[in-house]
């Protein structure tokens, strides 16, 4: 899938920005430059890496279609998300175009040997060093950096993201923001163009600090794939800043001047990773010139999660999460993907002990663009970090779909279900909140719907349980159904419990209520039954299971509840939503 950026016609006239400072002397061994060689020398480089950018330009493949409406207007620029029929991979970049940046590259080195200090020229070093394959780029890229610390550690941090290497990646940009002061590194951590609705106003009112540390909790949760990395949304936010910064002063691809519109459409949806170009018709003030279109590596995807899964991640549901937001502030295309698809799920958390028992299961074979050769991965967290990954090994049949059940020492947080095909890559997740039951005497778990296997009901939550869970929301009237819930809170002496379960239909129009009251047609269905047992304890909980007859429902979204009640009055209720097919 593609992101395109497109320069409008009209965006002909160049706006500039004052270059950044040029270095005025600097020493290497004995010899020191001077002022004047030192201009020479940077201003070769500029004229070098402008020339560049212009011969790029007219080399770059033609596409003949246009694109649609703009998703996000910004100063000059349109950027729309692209659709699945624009996951096209890119065309192998001329053979010239890759010569002429290696010379380029050649004429940078020679300038940093020379001007080590100069941060521009660092700069554009590693910009163009990132734009190489990884089986061309040198082993060893670094050159002696004696620009500010902050800067040089950014460098790094940055040619180590595009490099997929997430962690030294962090490493750098770290060290990065411990080497700015209070106002830079203020200015780094600042988020407030990728962020809007509830988010943007509860940071505006925040100081420099208590930004930063909503940022880091935003960019921790919001990472793509918690079995990949958990930092790389935090190091792809820190990786444009240092785009941005190298692009200050320099040629663009698009060949227009770099200014506030470009900055910020690079800090909200990134830098493009190649070029394409169409003619368009001669306009007033367009000179007939191409339009040059930035293509994204795959679809990007608004990954930061709402306001309520910040403040409590064990309130999460899918709502909380707007991926596919064709306007969201902000996006990322994740490198490990072209595509992030909804899994159908089901999670149901059980109390044991000082333990928060897990039961998911997932299933992503309707999702045909995921191959069956797939990982699979559930991430647990606790209010503050991830504390928990389990990889799920692979099976050939069976890696789109499965189960777990995953023991953690934590009473809320959020869990993440991730089926990855790094092959075709395409992925699927699911990221929902667990809680502790509801305060109270007495208390129920989750709800847990599953398919009964043998005639015997289970009396505890284990894998055998799991791997004969639903695997999301959606059940078929005809098939037989069993639901399964623990109860807490139970007297050790033998008391009686009162169970009610009932099962009724969701969101019926207003017509078809009509229409039942008129008796023009059936009253919407279903299915309640009460019963009164005394519950098999072990230890501080009884489990139970209980057969539900779906077979007479008609098709459509239902609301399963039981509630429970003791004889002295306390009592408790669970709740879970379900789709009959």
């Not at 004052?18 to 020191?32: D, F, H, L, N």
């Not at 000059?76 to 010239?96: F, H, K, M, Q």
Request: hydrophobic share 40%; glycine share 8%; charged share 25%.
């Amino acid at each position: 899938m593609l992101s395109l950026i497109v320069v409008p016609a009209l965006a002909a006239a160049a706006l500039t920005q004052a270059p950044a400072g040029v270095t005025q002397s600097a020493r290497i061994g004995e010899r020191a430059v001077e002022s004047a060689d030192s201009v020479r020398i940077v201003r070769s480089a500029r004229s070098a890496q402008s020339s560049f950018e212009a011969f790029r330009r007219l080399r770059l493949p033609r596409q003949s279609s246009a694109h649609g409406p703009c998703d996000v207007t910004i100063g000059r620029y349109c950027y729309w998300r692209g659709d699945d029929v624009d996951d096209l991979p890119p065309p192998a970049e001329a053979r010239e175009i890759r010569e002429r940046r290696a010379q380029l590259l050649v004429h940078l080195d020679s300038a940093i040997r020379v001007l080590p200090g100069d941060g521009w020229l660092l700069g554009q070093r590693i910009r163009y060093l990132a734009e190489m394959p990884d089986s061309t780029r040198p082993r060893s890229p670094s050159m002696e950096c004696r620009a500010d610390a902050s800067w040089c550690h950014a460098l790094d941090g940055y040619l180590a993201h595009v490099s997929g290497s997430y962690a030294a990646a962090n490493v750098a940009f770290e060290r990065a923001l411990a080497a700015m002061d209070e106002p830079t590194r203020c200015r780094w951590m600042d988020i407030s163009s990728i962020i809007d609705g509830d988010l943007a106003k509860r940071y505006e009112s925040l100081d420099c600090p208590a930004r930063e540390r909503m940022a880091r909790r935003l960019f921790a949760l919001g990472a793509p794939f918690y079995m990949i990395a958990t930092t790389d949304l935090f190091t792809e936010h820190m990786s444009r800043l240092t785009r941005a910064r190298m692009a200050e002063g320099a040629a663009t691809t698009y060949g227009d001047g770099w200014a506030d519109d470009a900055r910020e459409l690079v800090l909200r949806y990134g830098w493009p990773t190649w070029y394409s170009q169409r003619d368009q018709s001669p306009s007033i003030g367009s000179e007939g010139r191409p339009l040059i279109t930035g293509h994204d590596s795959g679809r990007p995807y608004f990954l930061l999660p709402s306001l309520r899964t910040i403040e409590h991640p064990g309130a999460t549901t899918t709502d909380d999460w707007r991926l596919d937001d064709r306007s969201a502030p902000s996006g990322y295309a994740p490198a490990v993907t072209r595509s992030i698809h909804f899994l159908p799920h089901q999670v149901a958390r059980f109390r044991h002990g000082d333990s928060t028992i897990i039961v998911a299961a997932w299933d992503a074979s309707r999702d045909t663009s995921i191959g069956r050769q797939s990982e699979a991965a559930v991430a647990i967290t606790n209010d503050e970090a991830i504390v928990s990954v389990v990889v799920i090994p692979v099976a050939s049949r069976t890696g789109r779909a499965g189960s777990a059940t995953v023991a953690i020492r934590a009473d809320s947080g959020m869990v993440s279900i991730e089926v990855l095909d790094r092959e075709e890559r395409r992925a699927a997740r699911a990221r929902v909140g667990y809680a502790p039951p509801a305060p109270g005497r007495m208390r129920l778990s989750d709800l847990l719907i599953y398919r009964p296997w043998t005639s015997d009901l289970p009396l505890s939550a284990d894998s055998t349980l799991a791997d004969h869970a639903v695997r999301g929301d959606e059940v078929r009237g005809r098939d037989a159904v069993a639901v399964y819930w623990e109860t807490y809170g139970l007297p050790a002496s033998s008391e009686p419990v009162q169970f009610a379960l009932s099962v009724e239909q969701i969101g019926v129009g207003w017509a078809r209520r009509a229409a039942e009251r008129l008796r023009l047609t059936d009253p919407t269905s279903g299915v309640r039954v009460e019963w009164t047992e005394v519950p098999v304890l072990q230890g501080d909980r009884a489990g139970r299971g209980v057969r539900v007859d779906l077979s007479r429902l008609r098709p459509g979204r239902y609301q399963m509840q039981l509630s429970a009640k003791g004889r002295e009055g306390a009592g408790a209720t669970a709740v879970r939503e379900l789709v009959v097919r």
